[in-house]
Protein backbone atom coordinates (compact mmCIF):
# COMPACT_ATOMS: atom_id res chain seq x y z
CA UNK A 1 0.00 0.00 0.00
CA UNK A 2 1.28 3.34 -0.94
CA UNK A 3 2.67 5.71 2.13
CA UNK A 4 2.18 8.51 -0.07
CA UNK A 5 -1.25 10.62 0.99
CA UNK A 6 -2.99 11.38 -2.16
CA UNK A 7 -5.95 14.07 -2.28
CA UNK A 8 -9.05 12.54 -3.81
CA UNK A 9 -11.13 14.38 -6.01
CA UNK A 10 -14.74 15.35 -5.13
CA UNK A 11 -17.89 12.68 -4.93
CA UNK A 12 -19.50 14.81 -7.18
CA UNK A 13 -16.89 14.53 -9.78
CA UNK A 14 -16.39 10.93 -9.12
CA UNK A 15 -19.51 10.11 -9.96
CA UNK A 16 -19.70 12.31 -13.02
CA UNK A 17 -16.23 10.85 -14.10
CA UNK A 18 -17.41 7.83 -13.47
CA UNK A 19 -21.25 7.88 -15.18
CA UNK A 20 -19.39 9.17 -18.42
CA UNK A 21 -16.95 6.11 -18.50
CA UNK A 22 -19.20 3.68 -20.89
CA UNK A 23 -21.04 6.40 -22.76
CA UNK A 24 -17.90 7.87 -23.99
CA UNK A 25 -16.83 3.68 -24.87
CA UNK A 26 -19.52 3.51 -26.48
CA UNK A 27 -19.40 6.48 -28.67
CA UNK A 28 -16.07 5.26 -29.46
CA UNK A 29 -17.69 1.87 -30.85
CA UNK A 30 -19.95 3.92 -32.72
CA UNK A 31 -17.28 6.05 -34.43
CA UNK A 32 -15.43 2.84 -35.59
CA UNK A 33 -18.95 1.28 -36.71
CA UNK A 34 -18.39 0.67 -40.83
CA UNK A 35 -21.22 0.11 -42.97
CA UNK A 36 -22.09 0.78 -46.72
CA UNK A 37 -24.75 3.42 -45.95
CA UNK A 38 -25.48 6.66 -47.06
CA UNK A 39 -22.79 9.11 -46.15
CA UNK A 40 -25.45 11.66 -44.49
CA UNK A 41 -25.79 9.95 -41.42
CA UNK A 42 -22.08 9.84 -40.96
CA UNK A 43 -22.15 13.32 -40.68
CA UNK A 44 -24.89 13.68 -38.47
CA UNK A 45 -22.85 11.31 -36.15
CA UNK A 46 -19.44 12.63 -36.77
CA UNK A 47 -20.58 16.07 -36.19
CA UNK A 48 -21.79 15.14 -32.84
CA UNK A 49 -19.14 12.51 -31.32
CA UNK A 50 -16.23 14.45 -31.49
CA UNK A 51 -15.73 15.52 -28.14
CA UNK A 52 -15.93 12.26 -26.53
CA UNK A 53 -11.60 11.78 -27.27
CA UNK A 54 -10.74 15.12 -26.17
CA UNK A 55 -12.93 14.31 -23.16
CA UNK A 56 -10.78 11.01 -22.14
CA UNK A 57 -7.65 12.82 -22.57
CA UNK A 58 -8.69 15.26 -20.65
CA UNK A 59 -9.73 12.84 -17.54
CA UNK A 60 -6.83 10.71 -17.73
CA UNK A 61 -4.75 13.68 -17.10
CA UNK A 62 -6.71 15.63 -14.73
CA UNK A 63 -7.02 12.44 -12.74
CA UNK A 64 -2.99 11.67 -13.29
CA UNK A 65 -1.84 15.68 -11.88
CA UNK A 66 -5.12 16.00 -9.05
CA UNK A 67 -3.01 14.28 -6.49
CA UNK A 68 0.16 16.56 -6.96
CA UNK A 69 0.87 19.42 -4.56
CA UNK A 70 4.35 20.29 -5.53
CA UNK A 71 5.97 18.05 -7.77
CA UNK A 72 6.58 14.84 -6.39
CA UNK A 73 8.90 12.03 -8.08
CA UNK A 74 8.22 9.81 -5.58
CA UNK A 75 4.58 9.94 -6.46
CA UNK A 76 4.85 10.06 -10.31
CA UNK A 77 7.06 6.84 -9.52
CA UNK A 78 4.22 6.07 -8.12
CA UNK A 79 2.10 6.86 -11.16
CA UNK A 80 3.81 5.56 -14.06
CA UNK A 81 4.10 2.13 -11.81
CA UNK A 82 0.03 2.19 -11.56
CA UNK A 83 -0.50 3.29 -15.39
CA UNK A 84 1.90 0.13 -16.11
CA UNK A 85 -0.65 -2.56 -14.73
CA UNK A 86 -3.29 -0.18 -16.46
CA UNK A 87 -1.92 0.38 -19.11
CA UNK A 88 0.93 -0.57 -20.60
CA UNK A 89 0.16 -4.74 -20.06
CA UNK A 90 -3.37 -4.08 -21.81
CA UNK A 91 -1.82 -2.92 -23.82
CA UNK A 92 0.00 -5.31 -24.64
CA UNK A 93 -2.65 -7.97 -24.38
CA UNK A 94 -4.68 -6.73 -26.65
CA UNK A 95 -2.52 -5.87 -29.45
CA UNK A 96 -1.08 -9.76 -29.28
CA UNK A 97 -4.74 -10.57 -29.15
CA UNK A 98 -5.54 -8.60 -32.39
CA UNK A 99 -2.36 -10.64 -34.25
CA UNK A 100 -4.14 -13.35 -33.69
CA UNK A 101 -6.96 -12.82 -34.75
CA UNK A 102 -6.43 -11.22 -37.71
CA UNK A 103 -3.94 -14.23 -38.29
CA UNK A 104 -6.79 -16.68 -37.57
CA UNK A 105 -9.04 -14.92 -40.09
CA UNK A 106 -6.54 -14.73 -42.94
CA UNK A 107 -6.04 -18.64 -42.23
CA UNK A 108 -9.43 -19.75 -41.88
CA UNK A 109 -11.85 -16.71 -44.00
CA UNK A 110 -9.37 -15.02 -45.81
CA UNK A 111 -11.64 -14.04 -48.28
CA UNK A 112 -13.65 -11.69 -46.01
CA UNK A 113 -10.83 -9.34 -45.07
CA UNK A 114 -9.78 -6.67 -46.89
CA UNK A 115 -6.79 -6.46 -48.88
CA UNK A 116 -5.30 -3.68 -46.99
CA UNK A 117 -4.82 -5.98 -44.06
CA UNK A 118 -1.20 -7.82 -44.31
CA UNK A 119 -1.27 -11.31 -43.49
CA UNK A 120 0.21 -12.01 -40.38
CA UNK A 121 1.84 -15.49 -41.41
CA UNK A 122 3.89 -13.04 -43.66
CA UNK A 123 5.02 -10.81 -40.82
CA UNK A 124 9.05 -10.18 -40.94
CA UNK A 125 10.59 -9.27 -37.11
CA UNK A 126 9.89 -5.65 -37.80
CA UNK A 127 6.31 -5.72 -38.94
CA UNK A 128 5.55 -7.20 -35.57
CA UNK A 129 7.04 -4.96 -33.64
CA UNK A 130 5.54 -2.16 -35.66
CA UNK A 131 2.22 -4.04 -35.00
CA UNK A 132 2.35 -2.84 -31.31
CA UNK A 133 3.48 0.59 -31.94
CA UNK A 134 2.29 2.09 -35.75
CA UNK A 135 2.16 -0.55 -37.76
CA UNK A 136 -1.57 -0.57 -39.42
CA UNK A 137 -2.20 3.07 -40.45
CA UNK A 138 -0.01 4.89 -38.11
CA UNK A 139 -1.99 2.84 -35.32
CA UNK A 140 -0.65 -0.82 -33.57
CA UNK A 141 -2.65 -3.55 -35.14
CA UNK A 142 -5.41 -3.00 -32.32
CA UNK A 143 -5.85 0.06 -34.14
CA UNK A 144 -8.16 1.78 -31.04
CA UNK A 145 -5.31 1.07 -28.85
CA UNK A 146 -3.85 4.16 -30.38
CA UNK A 147 -5.42 6.31 -27.50
CA UNK A 148 -3.54 4.00 -24.68
CA UNK A 149 -0.29 4.13 -26.77
CA UNK A 150 0.09 8.30 -26.46
CA UNK A 151 -1.25 8.27 -23.25
CA UNK A 152 1.16 6.39 -21.82
CA UNK A 153 4.12 8.43 -23.73
CA UNK A 154 2.34 11.72 -22.05
CA UNK A 155 2.29 10.10 -18.79
CA UNK A 156 5.82 9.12 -19.05
CA UNK A 157 6.05 13.01 -19.85
CA UNK A 158 4.69 14.63 -17.22
CA UNK A 159 7.10 16.03 -15.39
CA UNK A 160 7.69 18.35 -18.69
CA UNK A 161 4.34 19.28 -18.44
CA UNK A 162 3.91 20.47 -15.05
CA UNK A 163 6.94 22.82 -15.04
CA UNK A 164 5.41 24.34 -18.26
CA UNK A 165 2.22 24.56 -17.12
CA UNK A 166 2.62 25.81 -13.68
CA UNK A 167 3.98 28.78 -13.96
CA UNK A 168 2.84 31.97 -16.07
CA UNK A 169 3.95 30.16 -19.07
CA UNK A 170 1.40 27.62 -18.22
CA UNK A 171 -1.63 30.42 -18.95
CA UNK A 172 0.41 31.56 -22.32
CA UNK A 173 0.48 27.87 -23.53
CA UNK A 174 -2.83 27.03 -22.59
CA UNK A 175 -4.24 30.11 -24.63
CA UNK A 176 -1.61 28.71 -27.39
CA UNK A 177 -3.60 25.37 -27.40
CA UNK A 178 -7.20 26.10 -27.41
CA UNK A 179 -6.88 28.89 -29.66
CA UNK A 180 -5.26 26.27 -31.68
CA UNK A 181 -7.96 24.03 -31.39
CA UNK A 182 -10.82 26.48 -31.82
CA UNK A 183 -9.35 28.49 -35.16
CA UNK A 184 -7.51 25.42 -36.59
CA UNK A 185 -3.94 27.47 -37.20
CA UNK A 186 -2.32 23.69 -36.87
CA UNK A 187 -4.52 21.10 -38.00
CA UNK A 188 -3.10 17.97 -36.42
CA UNK A 189 -4.59 15.53 -34.75
CA UNK A 190 -1.17 14.38 -32.41
CA UNK A 191 -1.62 18.40 -31.30
CA UNK A 192 -5.24 17.71 -30.14
CA UNK A 193 -4.05 14.82 -27.69
CA UNK A 194 -1.93 17.28 -26.38
CA UNK A 195 -3.92 20.12 -26.10
CA UNK A 196 -6.37 18.39 -24.25
CA UNK A 197 -4.15 16.36 -21.94
CA UNK A 198 -2.46 19.82 -20.88
CA UNK A 199 -6.31 21.26 -20.25
CA UNK A 200 -6.35 18.11 -18.36
CA UNK A 201 -3.33 19.02 -16.09
CA UNK A 202 -3.47 22.61 -16.00
CA UNK A 203 -6.87 21.95 -14.74
CA UNK A 204 -5.50 19.82 -12.16
CA UNK A 205 -2.31 21.45 -11.33
CA UNK A 206 -4.22 24.98 -10.37
CA UNK A 207 -6.88 23.00 -8.17
CA UNK A 208 -9.75 25.06 -10.61
CA UNK A 209 -13.08 23.71 -9.18
CA UNK A 210 -14.43 23.06 -12.76
CA UNK A 211 -17.91 22.08 -11.37
CA UNK A 212 -18.28 25.13 -9.40
CA UNK A 213 -17.54 26.84 -12.63
CA UNK A 214 -19.99 25.02 -14.93
CA UNK A 215 -22.70 25.59 -12.07
CA UNK A 216 -21.87 29.41 -12.11
CA UNK A 217 -22.12 29.62 -15.95
CA UNK A 218 -26.08 28.58 -15.70
CA UNK A 219 -26.00 26.78 -18.46
CA UNK A 220 -24.09 28.79 -20.90
CA UNK A 221 -21.81 25.91 -21.70
CA UNK A 222 -24.79 23.95 -22.71
CA UNK A 223 -26.05 26.32 -24.70
CA UNK A 224 -22.99 27.23 -26.34
CA UNK A 225 -21.99 23.70 -27.77
CA UNK A 226 -26.23 23.44 -29.03
CA UNK A 227 -25.74 26.71 -31.06
CA UNK A 228 -22.13 26.37 -32.63
CA UNK A 229 -23.29 22.00 -33.19
CA UNK A 230 -26.91 23.52 -35.18
CA UNK A 231 -24.40 25.76 -37.00
CA UNK A 232 -21.69 23.18 -37.79
CA UNK A 233 -24.47 21.35 -40.29
CA UNK A 234 -24.57 25.11 -41.93
CA UNK A 235 -20.81 25.41 -41.78
CA UNK A 236 -17.98 22.81 -41.07
CA UNK A 237 -16.12 26.39 -39.95
CA UNK A 238 -18.24 26.13 -36.35
CA UNK A 239 -17.29 22.74 -36.23
CA UNK A 240 -14.12 23.55 -33.71
CA UNK A 241 -16.56 25.44 -31.71
CA UNK A 242 -18.83 22.94 -30.87
CA UNK A 243 -16.11 20.23 -30.23
CA UNK A 244 -14.51 22.02 -28.00
CA UNK A 245 -17.35 23.89 -25.97
CA UNK A 246 -18.91 20.15 -26.31
CA UNK A 247 -16.09 18.89 -24.07
CA UNK A 248 -17.52 20.83 -21.03
CA UNK A 249 -21.03 20.33 -21.71
CA UNK A 250 -20.83 17.08 -21.48
CA UNK A 251 -19.72 17.41 -17.87
CA UNK A 252 -22.52 19.81 -17.44
CA UNK A 253 -25.22 17.41 -18.98
CA UNK A 254 -24.15 14.82 -16.61
CA UNK A 255 -23.77 16.64 -13.84
CA UNK A 256 -27.84 17.45 -14.24
CA UNK A 257 -28.96 14.11 -14.64
CA UNK A 258 -26.82 12.52 -11.25
CA UNK A 259 -28.90 15.88 -9.81
CA UNK A 260 -32.22 14.20 -10.82
CA UNK A 261 -31.34 10.34 -9.60
CA UNK A 262 -30.16 9.52 -12.66
CA UNK A 263 -27.27 6.20 -12.63
CA UNK A 264 -24.96 4.40 -14.92
CA UNK A 265 -25.65 1.11 -14.44
CA UNK A 266 -22.61 -0.74 -12.72
CA UNK A 267 -22.18 -3.25 -15.25
CA UNK A 268 -21.69 -0.88 -18.13
CA UNK A 269 -19.67 1.29 -16.15
CA UNK A 270 -17.43 -1.97 -15.17
CA UNK A 271 -17.47 -3.59 -18.63
CA UNK A 272 -16.10 -0.27 -20.51
CA UNK A 273 -12.62 -1.04 -20.40
CA UNK A 274 -12.53 -4.20 -21.13
CA UNK A 275 -15.50 -2.91 -25.01
CA UNK A 276 -13.01 -0.93 -25.44
CA UNK A 277 -10.12 -3.17 -25.58
CA UNK A 278 -12.31 -5.73 -27.38
CA UNK A 279 -14.36 -4.18 -29.84
CA UNK A 280 -11.66 -3.50 -32.41
CA UNK A 281 -11.73 -7.11 -33.58
CA UNK A 282 -15.51 -7.98 -32.79
CA UNK A 283 -16.87 -4.81 -34.41
CA UNK A 284 -15.41 -6.01 -37.89
CA UNK A 285 -17.46 -9.37 -37.13
CA UNK A 286 -20.60 -7.50 -35.83
CA UNK A 287 -21.22 -4.85 -39.14
CA UNK A 288 -19.65 -7.64 -41.91
CA UNK A 289 -23.01 -9.73 -40.69
CA UNK A 290 -25.57 -6.85 -40.73
CA UNK A 291 -23.82 -5.71 -43.74
CA UNK A 292 -24.53 -8.84 -45.67
CA UNK A 293 -27.94 -8.95 -43.79
CA UNK A 294 -29.16 -5.38 -44.99
CA UNK A 295 -27.18 -5.68 -48.02
CA UNK A 296 -28.32 -2.37 -50.20
CA UNK A 297 -31.08 -1.61 -48.05
CA UNK A 298 -30.28 1.77 -46.78
CA UNK A 299 -33.23 2.25 -44.04
CA UNK A 300 -31.79 -1.39 -42.66
CA UNK A 301 -27.97 -0.46 -42.74
CA UNK A 302 -28.85 3.02 -41.00
CA UNK A 303 -30.55 0.97 -38.89
CA UNK A 304 -27.95 -1.55 -38.93
CA UNK A 305 -25.54 1.34 -37.76
CA UNK A 306 -26.88 2.16 -34.57
CA UNK A 307 -27.78 -1.88 -33.88
CA UNK A 308 -24.01 -2.76 -34.35
CA UNK A 309 -22.68 -0.80 -30.90
CA UNK A 310 -25.41 -2.15 -29.07
CA UNK A 311 -24.81 -5.77 -30.21
CA UNK A 312 -21.61 -5.17 -29.30
CA UNK A 313 -22.33 -3.48 -25.92
CA UNK A 314 -23.99 -6.77 -25.07
CA UNK A 315 -21.76 -9.13 -26.90
CA UNK A 316 -18.90 -7.32 -24.34
CA UNK A 317 -21.18 -7.83 -21.10
CA UNK A 318 -21.54 -11.17 -21.85
CA UNK A 319 -18.01 -12.24 -22.27
CA UNK A 320 -17.07 -9.73 -20.19
CA UNK A 321 -19.11 -11.76 -17.35
CA UNK A 322 -18.00 -15.08 -18.15
CA UNK A 323 -14.21 -14.51 -18.25
CA UNK A 324 -14.27 -12.81 -14.78
CA UNK A 325 -16.87 -15.65 -13.43
CA UNK A 326 -14.26 -18.40 -14.56
CA UNK A 327 -10.98 -16.37 -14.79
CA UNK A 328 -11.24 -13.52 -12.26
CA UNK A 329 -7.18 -13.28 -11.79
CA UNK A 330 -6.69 -13.51 -16.07
CA UNK A 331 -9.46 -11.07 -16.71
CA UNK A 332 -8.33 -8.74 -13.98
CA UNK A 333 -4.99 -8.60 -15.30
CA UNK A 334 -6.42 -7.96 -18.84
CA UNK A 335 -8.70 -4.72 -17.70
CA UNK A 336 -5.47 -3.12 -16.39
CA UNK A 337 -6.92 -4.35 -12.63
CA UNK A 338 -10.15 -1.97 -12.63
CA UNK A 339 -12.26 -5.23 -11.80
CA UNK A 340 -12.87 -5.43 -8.70
CA UNK A 341 -13.23 -1.90 -7.74
CA UNK A 342 -14.91 1.10 -9.94
CA UNK A 343 -11.95 3.50 -10.83
CA UNK A 344 -12.56 6.22 -12.80
CA UNK A 345 -10.44 7.05 -15.72
CA UNK A 346 -9.29 5.36 -18.36
Same mark, same amino acid.
Given at each position: ????? *???????????????? /???????????????????????????? +? +????????????????????????????????? /????????????????????????????? !??????????????????? $??????????????? /? #???????? #????????????????? #???????????? $???????????????????????????????????? !????????????????????????????????????????????????????? /??????????? !???????????????????????? +?? #????????????????? +????? !???? *??????????
Amino acid at each position: MSSIP *KKSISPELSSIISFLR /FPLIFCVVVLHTHLPMDDNLKTIVYKIL +P +PCIPILFLISSYLFFYSFEGWNWKLFKEKIRSR /FHSLFVPYLFWNAFALLFYFLVHQFFSEQ !ISSSYQNVSQFTAIDFLRA $FWNGFDGNPIAYQLW /F #LRDLMVLF #LLAPLFYFLLRGRLGWV #LIALLISNEIFQ $FVIDFKLRSITWFSIGAFLAIRQFDVLKYLKDSRYV !IIVLYLVFLVASFVSEVFLPYSSFFGVFAAFDIVRLLIKKGLQMPRPLTEVSF /FEYAFHGCAIL !IITKAIGRLFDGNQLLLAFGYFLA +PV #LMTILCVVVYYSLKRLF +PRFTN !IIVG *KRMKFARVGV
